[in-house]
Structures are given as structure tokens and as C-alpha cells.
């Protein structure tokens, strides 16, 4: 694109990789801007592996589907998915603790008044119970148990959401189909060089393997931490975050499924790092991320394949990254989306969030053309504020603990944090209050599970928790309490409601 050419029309967009950001973004330019005749076109090679070990995901995802017309049973059979309700913790403020962190509200507010402020007055009266109980999606994570939200808002049922697990080896290709139908074109290649304009240094083509060029007008960049273009080409530049978030390892393997089909993602602290377990329909997908600073690829393993709770179905796969971001996640004509773009850990399953934010954003702000100064900062601005507010709520969790029994939870919990996050910490401390968010990804009832999970609790409470006699109050507590249990066990359990939603050996 010379400079003179600024005003020239977007009309074709290159995906540059596919996988799970390459076939979303695609599946969703095509789904959107399709149908205005935006000519779209991926690129991806069979010899290059993705890097996908299993999804767990946030219940943004169910929006992104239902967006662009995937129907749901069609969904979940393709990629042996199960619905998530929310994520378990062990042993992050303790060794031995468990804490739920789910994708719903704590109790009902009241006058205003956030209900954990009413819990905190009375929090370790045996009475009372832990927050827990006053939370539907934990108890029925608890119980095994799934069903949808009710859509009446006077509901207990209404006050969550769910998401899914599913294999991402088989999400891709699900996804490529879907992108498919809607008029994607795939070319089977391997990108050996890239052509720039000499003034502008936008991308202006490509050449594969194979000798063909392919001309685009917007570039996305979904070749994984390799960054092709937005790196290795356009040097955006990346903002290392190893600092606050120092693993920069994972080891992964999958295992036969062992005992029920629960409905949630575990978390499990150890040494250096934590495992995940993810349970599909299929099987269960297992991995250990770990700081390589405080402790050996091989000990790791160790770790992960000790706590395996099914036979081992395939070999350990290793992976290296750099928590952070680039600098730029649009520069130019290209735009970075998924590990291009940035990684941020497993920890809270925000990576396909973070896929899907990039999108919607490239889509609410697409160029006409490409002079296009003011949507290329704006996008750069929301995604730097969307991975900033992540990485404060994943640092919250190693650096809110009292664990104290090894070299890396010593240097987690003591370590400075950022300003951003300590406010918020602060914040709490004094009387429970969490700030919300005008925009970003985890609201307040996510802190408070988070917060008080890992045992911070606030010195004081909101004063107008005073205003309601203490009876009164005891009496609200009680009788919600028992209407959460209530409701947790009429729903359905989720391994039968998955199996007639869709049949586990078509899946398989």
C-alpha cells in the first residue's frame, strides 16, 4: 500500500494461522461481514502444529456462538465439550482449602447493599456457614448438577451463567466448517515471505511455499507466539509481564475420564505453579504450569503425571511462553489475535475470552478504509486495558495467600504488586468494598470469590448493614441459604442433562 493509496478500501482480510484464533476470527469477519461482500481468506499449514491442549473456557464464549449461529448441541457433540459453572481452587491461601470460583452472584443484594457485606457482619458463626452456601453454581458444582439459567429474573435459577470445556483439537475444525459455509477461503500453505510498502511499511502480500502470493488489505496475525507479522515483520514490540506472573512453562497430558462428569475446571496450587483438570466426554485433559525459576522441567512432570487420576493416554507435551503482550496489538494493517497478540496463563481460562474481545473489537471498529488513525488507537487502548485488568485478578491469586512452604509462594506473596491491584486490595481490606469496573472482564462477584477464598477478609463492613436489625438479617441468611440447597438439587445432573443434549459416542 503506498502512501499515496490511503484511502483505498478494505475489501479483503488474510488470516494468517488457524487453530482456535484463526478459525474464530475467520467464523466471525464471515458470520458479521459477510454478507457485506468482505472477501476473506485464511491461511494455515497441516506441517504446523497448534498449540491447543484442551479449552476451558468463560461463559462470554456462549454470546460468541450464538452471535454467529452455532447451534449448541451441534457444538458440544463435535468437541466433546461439558458445561462449566465455575472453577475450583485447592490449596492457594492454604494447603488443604478449596474454594469455588463461580460464574454467578453471592446471595441477593438488598437496599443496595452488596449481600456479602451482610455475610461479612456474621462471617464464622457456624449458623451462617461459609459464602459458599450462598452461591447456587457452587453448590450445584458441588453436587454435580447443570441446568440452564432461568430467564425469569425473580428466579434464584437466574443468578448465573455457564461455559464450556471442550477439546480444542476439535473446536478448530468445527469452527473451520462453520467459517467455511459463510464463504472463508482456506489456502494450504506456509508463509516463506512477506512483502511491505516501502513508505507506509504496511503489509501488502504474502508468497507461500508454493510460490502464490496473496494480496490482502487488512492482515490478522493468528500464527501463535511466533508472531509473523506483527513481530517478526512490523516489530510491534512486547510488554513482559514475567515480573508479576513468572511461570513460563506447562507441561500437558491427557488421561482417561475417572469418576463423574463434574461441571467445573480445577485449579490445584502446588510448589511452583498449578495443575488444571479439565473433564471432557471423552476423557480429561491435565497440565501443570510452573515458574522453570523454581523448579525443573522433569520435577514438573513428575508432579502432573503423579496426580493423574486415569490411565495416561498420550505422552507429556511441553510448552515455553513469555506472560505479556505486544505493545501494539494493531499496528499498521495487521492485527495480532490469540497467542500473537499475548498470553496471560490458563489460570482463570481467559484466553479464547481474550480471542473473542479481539474480534468484537475488530468488528465494532472495522475500517472503510485504510486511513483508519483513530480505530487502530481505540483498539489498542481497550485491549490494553482488557489484558491489564486479567493480569491483576491472576497476580491477586498467587499473591493473596499465606502459604509460606516453598521459595516461589515466599516470593508470590511478598513481591510488589501493581498499583492498579493494590488499590483494590486496600479497598477491601478496610470494608469490603470492591471497585467496579466500568469496563472489563471479571466483576465483583468474581473478587469477592477470589478474595475471600484465599482468606482476606475485610476488617470491617458497609455501616448500613447496621440499619437492619441483627434477627432480621439471620433470619434472610437462613432462609436463602436453605432456597440456594433447595434449588441446587432440583437441577438436573449435569452428566445425564449432557447426555441427552448430546450423545457421548458421537462426541467420542
Known amino acids: 500500500m503506498a502512501a499515496g493509496d490511503a484511502a483505498k478500501s478494505i475489501n479483503h482480510v488474510v488470516v494468517v494461522g488457524g487453530g482456535t484464533a484463526g478459525w474464530m476470527t475467520a467464523a466471525g469477519l464471515a458470520s458479521m461481514l459477510g454478507p457485506t461482500g468482505l472477501q476473506i481468506t485464511l491461511i494455515e499449514s497441516e506441517a504446523i502444529g497448534v498449540v491447543g491442549v484442551g479449552e476451558a473456557t468463560l461463559p462470554h464464549i456462549k454470546l460468541f456462538n450464538d452471535t454467529i449461529g452455532v447451534d449448541e448441541a451441534e457444538f458440544m457433540a463435535a468437541t466433546s465439550a461439558t458445561f462449566k459453572l465455575g472453577i475450583e481452587f485447592v490449596n492457594w491461601g492454604r494447603k488443604g482449602d478449596s474454594y469455588i470460583h463461580p460464574f454467578g452472584e453471592f446471595g441477593l443484594p438488598n437496599e443496595g447493599v452488596a449481600f456479602h457485606q451482610y455475610w461479612r457482619k456474621f462471617a464464622g458463626d457456624p449458623s451462617v456457614g461459609p459464602l459458599d452456601d450462598y452461591s447456587l453454581p457452587v453448590i450445584a458444582c458441588r453436587k454435580g448438577k447443570f441446568q440452564p439459567p432461568s ?3 425473580r ?12 477439546d480444542a483439537l476439535q473446536y478448530a475444525p468445527f469452527m473451520r466448517a462453520h467459517a467455511e459455509k459463510r464463504g472463508v477461503t482456506r489456502l494450504e500453505g506456509k508463509v ?3 512483502a511491505l510498502d516501502g513508505e507506509s511499511g504496511c503489509v501488502e502480500s504474502l508468497k507461500l511455499d508454493d ?18 507479522l506483527i513481530e517478526k515483520q512490523l516489530q510491534a514490540g512486547y510488554d513482559d509481564w514475567s515480573e508479576y506472573l513468572p511461570a513460563d ?16 475446571t480445577r485449579a490445584t496450587a502446588h510448589s511452583a505453579g498449578w495443575s488444571w483438570r479439565i473433564p471432557l466426554q471423552h476423557r480429561t485433559g491435565n497440565g501443570h504450569v510452573y515458574s522453570s525459576q523454581f523448579l525443573s522441567d522433569d520435577e514438573a512432570c513428575d508432579t502432573l503425571l503423579d496426580g493423574l487420576e486415569g ?4 505422552d507429556p507435551r511441553f510448552l515455553k511462553f513469555v506472560t505479556g503482550k505486544r505493545r501494539k496489538l494493531w499496528d499498521r494493517n495487521v492485527v495480532a489475535i490469540g497467542l500473537s497478540g499475548g498470553f496471560l496463563e490458563p489460570l482463570e481460562s481467559t484466553s479464547i475470552y481474550l480471542i473473542q474481545e479481539g474480534i468484537s473489537k475488530l468488528l465494532e471498529l472495522f475500517p472503510e478504509t485504510h486511513d483508519c488513525p483513530v480505530e487502530i488507537e481505540e483498539y489498542n487502548r481497550w485491549m490494553d486495558l482488557q489484558f491489564e485488568r486479567v493480569r491483576d ?8 495467600t499465606e502459604r509460606d512452604d516453598s521459595e516461589f509462594w515466599n516470593h508470590m506473596r511478598t513481591m510488589p504488586v501493581p498499583d492498579s491491584l493494590n488499590e483494590r486490595l486496600e479497598l477491601f481490606r478496610a470494608h469490603g468494598h470492591v471497585s467496579a469496573y466500568e469496563h472489563g472482564l471479571f466483576l465483583i462477584p468474581s473478587w469477592i470469590a477470589v478474595l475471600i477464598g484465599q482468606r482476606i477478609l475485610p ?3 458497609d455501616s448500613r448493614v447496621d440499619g437492619v436489625p441483627d434477627d432480621q438479617v439471620r433470619g434472610h441468611l437462613a432462609g436463602l441459604r436453605g432456597h440456594m440447597e433447595k434449588a441446587a438439587a432440583s437441577m438436573d445432573d449435569h452428566a445425564a442433562y449432557l447426555g441427552r443434549l448430546a450423545t457421548m459416542s458421537n462426541a467420542a
Open 211 to 228: 510460490g502464490r502470493e496473496v494480496a490482502g488489505d487488512l492482515f490478522v496475525d493468528c500464527t501463535g507466539f511466533f508472531g509473523l
Open 459 to 461: 476488617n470491617g463492613y
Open 393 to 400: 485478578f491472576l497476580i491477586l491469586h498467587y499473591h493473596a
Open 155 to 166: 428466579s434464584v435459577l437466574s443468578t448465573y451463567r455457564y461455559a464450556y470445556q471442550f
Open 249 to 264: 512453562r506447562a507441561v500437558a497430558v491427557p488421561c482417561k475420564s475417572a469418576g463423574p462428569l463434574l461441571p467445573y
Open 311 to 314: 490411565e495416561r493416554l498420550a
Open 192 to 194: 516463506v515471505d512477506v
Open 151 to 153: 430467564e425469569d429474573p
